[in-house]
Each structure stands twice: as structure tokens, then as C-alpha cells.
Antibody, heavy 123, light 108 residues
Framework: QVQLVESGGGVVQPGSSLRLSCAAS????????LHWVRQAPGKGLEWVAV????????YYADSVKGRFTVSRDNSKNTLSLQMNSLRAEDTAVFYC????????????????WGQGALVSVSS | SYVLTQPPSVSVAPGQTARITCGGN??????VHWYQQKPGQAPVVVVH???DRPSGIPERFSGSNSGNTATLTIGRVEAGDEADFYC???????????FGTGTKVTVL
């Protein structure tokens, strides 16, 4: 079965960096676009970033553009999110999610989600 | 940027029907997806592409989309349906994926 497992969350100070990973299994990793979606404590879902199946195309939410970088290693079935210049408002649970699509502009649903990784930015 | 507006809360008695709306400019021209999220859990898609149900989702969950409003309908509501629900679309003008503001469904 499809599994997505996030790791790398933790407590960091404002201005610092953190790298999240998402280990995938149960499907052909290189055939799917992947996303990061976050949820601040007690708040709604916010889309963060998407990367195409081959890693050649990426889009970001305006709130993270220029600070976050999404990448993937298809040889290791791993998705990553490098987060720099972290702010208090980045505090959230970060989910990796799969879409049944290869590209970054598919009007489709997130069909599988990980369990989430908590990132807390606080001084 | 494209905005999706949902009512913050909907309350419904067991066995009755719950309707959750998702308002957006000409949303009827977009594919709308609905997610259920229970406390401490990841979201799960319950309706996709306006009206389709993934395997394993009860027929009690149905969707519609027209004009400026999409609707998720939950028939014969059960206590286990209590959760937060989100609508979602892809906005071609911004190339962004957009979630609605979320609706908490309470079963009385």
C-alpha cells in the first residue's frame, strides 16, 4: 500500500533552517508529482509547494517563495523540503502528499498523505 | 489570489443531512475536491472531481458544483462523520493549489 512518512521536524529559532524529508513506498515514486501542504496549529490547510515527477518543474506558495526549496531523489524514493529563514508563522504540521499526476499543473486531488511532521519556530 | 469560502461550522442531528458549501468565483468551471480531517489525523479525500467518490468512501458522501458554489452533502449523518471538511481546487491563473477555509461538522 502507498506510504508516505515525513521526518525532520523539530523546534528551531526564527531565522534558522530546517530540512524535512518524506520517504515513499508502495508505488512507482518517479511517476507522480508530489506536494507539501502545511497546517498551523488550530488552523486550516495551506498548500506549500509542488514538484513534478522528474523534478524539473516546481511551484511555490507566495508565503514561502524564495525561502523554501522542494526537491526529490527518485533513486531513493525521497521528497525533501529545505526551509530557510524560518519565521514564527511557519510553525505548522507539514504533510507530504501525492497526486495522481506527473506535472505541477494538474487540477486533481491529493490522494495519499503522510502523517505529518511538526515544525515549531520559536525563540 | 483565488479564495474559497466555507461556513466555519455546520451542526446536524444523527440521521439527518449535512450540506457544506464552498464558494468561489466561477467555481463551477473548476474541479473541486473535498477532504475530511479528524483530530490528529491527515486529511482524507471523500469526493473528487466534483462528484466522484474514492473506493471505500460511503455513498452517503456526495458532491455537486455549479456557478459560484460547490456543495458536499453527507446523508444519514453518523457520529463518526464529525470532523473538519475542506474543499480544494487548482487555480490556473496563479498555478496554485487552493484550500477552502474549512468547516467543522458537529453531530448533535
Amino acid at each position: 500500500q502507498v506510504q508516505l512518512v515525513e521526518s525532520g521536524g523539530g523546534v528551531v529559532q526564527p531565522g534558522s533552517s530546517l530540512r524535512l524529508s518524506c520517504a515513499a513506498s508502495g508505488f512507482t515514486f518517479s511517476s507522480y508529482a508530489l506536494h507539501w501542504v502545511r497546517q498551523a496549529p488550530g488552523k486550516g490547510l495551506e498548500w506549500v509547494a509542488v514538484i513534478s515527477d522528474d523534478g524539473s518543474n516546481k511551484y511555490y506558495a507566495d508565503s514561502v517563495k524564495g525561502r523554501f526549496t522542494v526537491s526529490r531523489d527518485n533513486s531513493k524514493n525521497t521528497l525533501s523540503l529545505q526551509m530557510n529563514s524560518l519565521r514564527a508563522e511557519d510553525t505548522a504540521v507539514f504533510y507530504c502528499a501525492r497526486v495522481p499526476c506527473t506535472g505541477v499543473t494538474c487540477p486533481t486531488r491529493f490522494d495519499h498523505w503522510g502523517q505529518g511532521a511538526l515544525v515549531s519556530v520559536s525563540s | 489570489s483565488y479564495v474559497l469560502t466555507q461556513p466555519p461550522s455546520v451542526s446536524v442531528a444523527p440521521g439527518q443531512t449535512a450540506r457544506i458549501t464552498c464558494g468561489g468565483n466561477n467555481i463551477g468551471s473548476k474541479s473541486v475536491h473535498w477532504y475530511q480531517q479528524k483530530p490528529g489525523q491527515a486529511p482524507v479525500v471523500v469526493v473528487h472531481d466534483d462528484t466522484d467518490r474514492p473506493s471505500g468512501i460511503p455513498e452517503r458522501f456526495s458532491g455537486s458544483n455549479s456557478g459560484n458554489t460547490a456543495t458536499l452533502t453527507i446523508g444519514r449523518v453518523e457520529a463518526g462523520d464529525e470532523a473538519d471538511f475542506y474543499c480544494q481546487v487548482w487555480d490556473s491563473s496563479s498555478a496554485h493549489y487552493v484550500f477552502g477555509t474549512g468547516t467543522k461538522v458537529t453531530v448533535l
